[in-house]
């Protein structure tokens, strides 16, 4: 793939996030954050493949706390994203409207 | 035993990689509303698993053994951790997984140097330029963030530590950083590893002594900054590795963590700029706050404060972060389920800043069960208040101070508050009449129609619930 390519995938991409997220609810900021925060933890894949052409022991090393890292990252933020939706699902008995829509304001 | 199948840059491999980013633009899209965010984040996580897995297949892929390791080290901490954390430490648990994100940035940057170096270091600019790029704001990211955590954890003071002369060294690191780039960039035919291990630590101590004069009042902007660095890093890396979906995905983050960051820097009324550089809220501004001492002011009980919920018809519950410190939230859930009772309606006004990290203070009243459709913002709220009988100020100081708007002079003059001095009545909950994290006095407790209820905010929640249970 060529350069301009990337980088055109790059600005296209900067713009889908600011379409999406621009959307999302300051209720939901936590989560969203959390969420994306698990999201970049996709440089896991930048380890799985250095990793694969290491050949000396620092190489190693370096490749498997990058792997760890990732892991964490991804694990543990998706995780936890999911514990604090779980919240905000569990609402026992649902508001007379049916819709519930915030942000009706007046 | 796995068999690579994959070609690295084959059209089923990026076909692959089209179908995770793909689902994580979908999964963050369904974040829009409460009751899609959940499978919205299953879905991300499923893009995450077929990434991994396409990953797992390409053709170069090996030393299966390390691969293990650092898999399963990771998946227990991140399950251990993420299972253990409460939900008032979740901007720590954030900034913390978002400093290893950044570190693992910073790590793969170092072996792809390596890696070319022993090719024999002839490095392509399209690949070096941006492993640069990755190692520095990946480091920064890594060490910021661990600052981040250690301050929000308590482990190092949330007040600013002011460094002599800190801005001036942030400058000279900062060209250092970049004369350094430059100078392997031009040099890519035989690249100094060393210069770059200096790289690495330098942008190392620009992370620690950039966050570590920022104050606690602060931390909602800087850890969405760091969120967008690490994700930025990880794109730039996708750029190294010419991996497609590491540029998508690391740029979604880049940009949903730049939209936060302005929305917070806005809601304080402040640039981003003057965050990270201004460390305001420093512990000197001891001018009102200190000197003058006691204004008069109405201090009452929670009796008095029952009677006067329990005869009014609107409440708006006014949260902030000492509400979480205390974690009240749960306490103040029984008190809006007395009045409810009562047939009063109520609802929280949440400042966007309100809490640790943007939206920090829904997560917390989702988990006491608060529906969400009661969670109201600043701007929905405010024209209400003066129709509101009673707001109750659980822990929050500076974002209710009306100094902001009433008093040009003020340090917070222009930051967009919520008016509860506007309502009828207000009861501020609150240790004592200390100054918020601005250092400034609170002009809303000298108010003639605010009552100051001095307690720890869980306690007095409690004693007001079963007050009103007894009138």
Redesign the interface.
């Known amino acids: 793939?060529s350069?301009m390519t990337?980088v055109t995938?790059?600005v296209l991409?900067?713009?889908?996030?600011?379409e999406?997220?621009?959307?999302?609810?300051?209720?939901?900021?936590?989560?969203?954050?959390?969420?994306?925060?698990?999201?970049?933890?996709?440089?896991?894949?930048?380890?799985?493949?250095?990793?694969?052409?290491?050949?000396d022991p620092?190489?190693?090393v370096?490749?498997?706390?990058?792997?760890?890292?990732?892991?964490?990252?991804?694990?543990?933020?998706?995780?936890?994203?999911?514990?604090?939706?779980?919240?905000?699902?569990?609402?026992?008995k649902p508001?007379a409207d049916g819709d519930?829509k915030?942000?009706a304001?007046? | 035993m796995i068999e690579a199948v994959l070609k690295?840059?084959g059209d089923a491999a990026t076909a692959l990689y089209i179908v995770a980013?793909s689902l994580?633009?979908l999964?963050?899209?369904q974040?829009?509303?409460?009751?899609t965010?959940?499978r919205?984040?299953?879905i991300?996580?499923v893009g995450?698993a077929v990434?991994?897995v396409t990953?797992?297949l390409?053709d170069?892929?090996?030393?299966w053994g390390?691969?293990a390791?650092?898999?399963g080290?990771?998946?227990t901490?991140?399950?251990v951790?993420?299972?253990r954390?409460q939900?008032t430490s979740?901007p720590q648990?954030?900034a913390l997984?978002?400093g290893?994100?950044g570190?693992?940035?910073a790590?793969?940057a170092?072996?792809?140097i390596?890696?070319g170096i022993?090719l024999g270091g002839d490095i392509p600019l399209?690949e070096l330029i941006p492993t640069l790029f990755a190692a520095v704001v990946g480091s920064v990211s890594f060490w910021g963030s661990n600052i981040a955590f250690a301050k929000l954890q308590d482990l190092i003071p949330t007040r600013p530590l002011a460094v002599p002369g800190q801005q001036v060294i942030n400058a000279v690191l900062l060209i250092g950083i970049f004369a350094a780039c430059v100078d392997i960039a031009v040099n890519n035919g035989d690249p100094s590893q060393g210069l770059f291990i200096a790289i690495l630590l330098a942008a190392a101590l620009l992370g620690n002594l950039v966050v570590l004069p920022i104050g606690g009042a602060d931390m909602p902007v800087v850890?969405?900054l760091l969120?967008a660095f690490?994700?930025l890093?990880?794109?730039a890396?996708?750029?190294a590795?010419?991996?497609?979906?590491?540029?998508?995905?690391?740029?979604?983050?880049?940009?949903?963590?730049t939209?936060?960051t302005m929305e917070m820097a806005t809601a304080m009324n402040r640039s981003v700029a003057n965050v990270l550089f201004a460390g305001f809220g420093g512990a000197p501004s001891g001018g009102p706050a200190g000197g003058g001492e006691e204004r008069p002011h109405v201090s009452i009980g929670a009796q008095d404060a029952a009677i006067k919920l329990a005869y009014a018809d609107t409440v708006v519950i006014v949260p902030g972060y000492g509400l979480a410190v205390a974690q009240a939230q749960h306490a103040i859930k029984e008190v809006a389920d007395e009045l409810e009772k009562r047939g009063i309606t109520v609802s929280y006004a949440?400042h966007?800043v309100a809490?640790r990290?943007?939206?920090?203070m829904?997560?917390l009243l989702?988990?006491a069960?608060v529906?969400?459709?009661q969670?109201k913002?600043m701007d929905?709220v405010n024209?209400e208040m003066p129709r509101t009988d009673v707001a109750v100020v659980v822990g929050a100081n500076d974002v209710t101070n009306p100094a902001a708007k009433n008093d040009p002079d003020s340090p917070i003059a222009g930051m967009p508050i919520i008016e509860v001095s506007e309502a009828q009545q207000v009861i501020v909950i609150k240790r004592s009449l200390s100054p918020g994290f601005a250092g400034i006095d609170n002009d809303l407790f000298y108010e003639p129609n605010t009552s100051m209820l001095f307690a720890d905010a869980k306690q007095a929640a409690a004693d007001i619930a079963a007050e009103i249970q007894n009138l």
């Open positions: 793939m350069v990337e995938i790059f991409a900067a713009f889908v996030g600011f999406v997220i621009s959307k999302v609810p300051t209720t939901l900021h936590t989560p969203l954050m959390s969420q994306t925060n698990a999201i970049h933890g996709i440089v896991m894949l930048g380890g799985l493949i250095v990793v694969g052409y290491a050949n620092l190489e190693y370096i490749g498997t706390i990058a792997i760890a890292f990732g892991a964490i990252n991804i694990v543990g933020g998706f995780m936890v994203t999911d514990r604090m939706l779980g919240m905000f699902s569990k609402k026992p508001k519930g915030p942000g304001g007046k | 690295p840059g980013f994580f633009i999964g963050v899209r974040g829009t509303h409460p009751t965010a959940k919205g984040n299953m991300a996580a995450m990434a991994v990953t797992l390409l170069g892929v090996g030393n390390l691969i390791l650092g898999l080290v990771g998946t901490v991140g399950v951790a993420s299972i954390v939900m979740m648990m954030v997984y978002n290893v994100g570190g693992a940035v790590l793969i170092w072996s792809e390596r890696h022993s399209e850890i969405s969120n690490t994700g890093s990880a794109a890396a996708g750029f590795l010419h991996n497609v979906a590491l540029i998508v995905a690391g740029t979604l983050v880049g940009s949903s963590g939209i936060l949440i966007p809490g990290m943007p939206g920090h829904n997560v989702a988990e069960d529906p969400y459709e969670l913002e929905e024209p």
